[in-house]
């Protein structure tokens, strides 16, 4: 598999679609070749293709302060994760002071790392190094964002050149958009869901798939549930982003 070696005759995007295209598993570095920044690097861990976790300076919000948006954690919470102790995790201190569910502390991690995606895609110019793993996979700090999160959506150069030649259709003639539909068809939600039905959706069926809730399943059943709270989440996120 041969990747270009920097970001600028193509995107973010297109490499990421190539990484997952092969189910590879490795590294993907992007170092900054501009400005003061010139040399930062930012690395996105994939496991068979698939974005497991994001190293990154470029800032997001923190733990507490997204569950605290969602109405899932009080001032009084993101208060008490000012200083945790002893250097613990912010989503262990959650849950083992009782202000937040496992549940919750895992969505809020994935939504998280889809910020921290985001934010590489903000990056023009990079030069692109990625080194692959020979055994074993890259550690999670969630489930696996699913290509649809990854790669829906994102700036490609593929795309940008046919657009580029070709006319936009009439306003009367563009359909509805897909991603939503297939988002709320995923949540078994219709056209008119408020963004209270969704989250109450997700809740329940992700409550129902998610692999933590089932320790007895098999290799494959667990495959299986990964892939469907990977459908679950990316529909949830498709919504409320």
Request: glycine share 8%.
């Given at each position: 598999?041969?990747?270009?070696?920097?970001?600028?005759?193509?995107?973010?995007?297109?490499?990421?679609?190539?990484?997952?295209?092969?189910?590879?598993?490795?590294?993907?570095?992007?170092?900054?070749?501009?400005?003061?920044?010139?040399?930062?690097?930012?690395?996105?861990?994939?496991?068979?293709?698939?974005?497991?976790?994001?190293?990154?300076?470029?800032?997001?919000?923190?733990?507490?302060?997204?569950?605290?948006?969602?109405?899932?954690?009080?001032?009084?919470?993101?208060?008490?994760?000012?200083?945790?102790?002893?250097?613990?995790?912010?989503?262990?201190?959650?849950?083992?002071?009782?202000?937040?569910?496992?549940?919750?502390?895992?969505?809020?991690?994935?939504?998280?790392?889809?910020?921290r995606l985001d934010a590489l895609f903000s990056i023009e110019e990079?030069?692109?190094?990625?080194?692959?793993?020979?055994?074993?996979?890259?550690?999670?700090?969630?489930?696996?964002?699913?290509?649809?999160?990854?790669?829906?959506?994102?700036?490609?150069?593929?795309?940008?050149?046919?657009?580029?030649?070709?006319?936009?259709?009439?306003?009367?003639?563009?359909?509805?958009?897909?991603?939503?539909?297939?988002?709320?068809?995923?949540?078994?939600?219709?056209?008119?869901?408020?963004?209270?039905?969704?989250?109450?959706?997700?809740?329940?069926?992700?409550?129902?798939?998610?692999?933590?809730?089932?320790?007895?399943?098999?290799?494959?059943?667990?495959?299986?549930?990964?892939?469907?709270?990977?459908?679950?989440?990316?529909?949830?996120h498709q919504l409320v982003a």
């Amino acid at each position: 598999m041969l990747l270009p070696g920097r970001l600028n005759n193509t995107t973010l995007g297109d490499v990421l679609g190539q990484l997952h295209r092969a189910r590879a598993s490795g590294v993907l570095e992007l170092v900054e070749v501009r400005g003061a920044t010139s040399g930062r690097v930012h690395r996105i861990h994939l496991a068979s293709g698939l974005v497991a976790h994001v190293e990154s300076a470029l800032r997001v919000p923190r733990l507490g302060e997204l569950l605290r948006r969602e109405g899932l954690l009080t001032d009084e919470g993101v208060r008490h994760l000012a200083r945790p102790p002893g250097g613990r995790r912010a989503g262990e201190l959650l849950v083992d002071s009782g202000l937040a569910s496992e549940r919750l502390v895992s969505a809020a991690l994935r939504r998280q790392l889809r910020l921290r995606l985001d934010a590489l895609f903000s990056i023009e110019e990079a030069q692109l190094r990625f080194r692959a793993f020979v055994r074993g996979l890259p550690a999670a700090s969630s489930v696996p964002l699913s290509p649809h999160e990854f790669l829906h959506g994102r700036p490609r150069a593929r795309k940008a050149a046919r657009a580029a030649s070709t006319p936009e259709p009439a306003p009367a003639a563009r359909r509805r958009d897909p991603a939503r539909s297939w988002a709320l068809s995923a949540l078994g939600l219709g056209a008119e869901a408020s963004s209270s039905d969704v989250r109450v959706a997700f809740r329940r069926l992700a409550r129902e798939v998610h692999p933590d809730r089932h320790p007895r399943a098999t290799a494959a059943e667990r495959a299986e549930l990964l892939t469907r709270f990977a459908r679950l989440s990316a529909a949830y996120h498709q919504l409320v982003a």
